[in-house]
């Protein structure tokens, strides 16, 4: 079974900030990140048992070519997948442990 993707507020803020980073310093990169956050994320919903545990209940995608993982959680009872964080792996890890699940 396929689950639905929805971001969290701050998780979505994250993507967006990327996205328009990216954009920012070369047109197109952005999207292009974006897309294979999007690519990323779809795969995870057909298949969510193969990433690792970051917190009790959230799980993290390691992006391949780009320095960023996604943090997930699945809503309980529900065909759901939430994603926590899109987080660059510079950032402060505290502000990551916050806010994981």
Known sequence: MTLRVIFEAEAEAELNEAIAWYDSQTDGVGQSFSSEVRATLAEAA?????????????????????PYSIYFTLLENSPVMIVVSVFHG????????????
């Open 90 to 101: 510079a950032r402060n890890p505290a502000e990551l442990r916050r806010r994981l699940k």
């Open 46 to 66: 057909k298949d969510h048992e193969r990433f690792p545990f970051a917190g009790p209940t959230t799980q993290k995608i390691k992006m391949l070519d780009w």
